[in-house]
């Protein structure tokens, strides 16, 4: 079982729902990391928190530390936002390491 | 533009070639890392430096070799390789290597091993 899984693995959705991708580690950490690959590799970091909500335009993250669980939302889901979204978590301890969840695979369907 | 650039974008190589990976960062960032992201596997820490010394090797077979002869440039150095060593290789960067820092991903390599 990895320490950080994602659900779910592929999800399509028309233009205009609301999105939801879940996240649950199963170690400590000191701050949860969202990212977004599109087709091509590269990557971009969304956001990085470790504690309650953080917004960037339609693009909303929360972590419940108790729960070990993040989500993230996008509100009026775009074909643009077609991408693998990548949830990660940093070790509390030591050095930076960041541990990878296996992504969330998104279509948005025109 | 995240302001790591890496080069080649593509390589195709055979089992007897020696190639580099060439990363470069423009942020001013203290620490480098390398990553290998495989079809349908989460992506794999490969090397961490932090001020131009490594200070993770995660366990990687010696036929990758990586090199820091400065804080902005990163290389890796590929011999003998097999094709279950094709995948994209990602190189990033942080201000430092310390733990809560995002992090800043290049484009990537596609590698290919035939």
Not at chain 1, 30 to 51: R, T
Not at chain 1, 63 to 74: F, P, R
Not at chain 2, 57 to 70: I, L, M, Q, T, W
């Amino acid at each position: 079982k990895n320490e950080v899984e994602q659900s779910p693995q592929n999800l399509t959705a028309q233009e205009g729902e609301f999105i939801t991708i879940n996240c649950s580690y199963s170690v400590g950490i000191s701050a949860l990391h969202w990212l977004q690959q599109h087709p091509g590799g590269g990557i971009v970091s969304l956001f990085m928190l470790s504690s309650g909500k953080k917004k960037h335009g339609r693009l909303i993250a929360t972590i419940n530390i108790q729960e070990k669980h993040s989500s993230l939302h996008i509100t009026a889901s775009h074909p643009r936002d077609s991408a693998v979204y990548i949830c990660a978590v940093s070790s509390p301890v030591g050095r930076e390491k960041l541990t990878f969840g296996t992504g969330t695979r998104l279509t948005i369907i025109p | 533009e995240t302001g790591v650039t890496q080069t080649p974008r593509h390589l195709v190589m055979g089992m007897t070639n020696k190639k580099s990976l060439k990363c470069e960062q423009h942020l001013g960032h203290n620490a480098m890392y390398w990553y290998k992201q495989s079809a349908k596997k989460p992506l794999e820490l490969m090397f961490v430096y932090s001020l131009e010394e490594r200070v993770e090797n995660n366990s990687v077979p010696s036929r990758f070799s990586p090199e820091c002869p400065n804080s902005s440039h990163l290389f890796l150095h590929l011999h003998t390789l097999q094709p279950e060593d094709s995948a994209l290789y990602l190189c990033a960067s942080s201000p430092r290597q310390v733990t809560g820092n995002e992090q800043f991903f290049g484009p990537g390599t596609r590698l290919t091993v035939l």
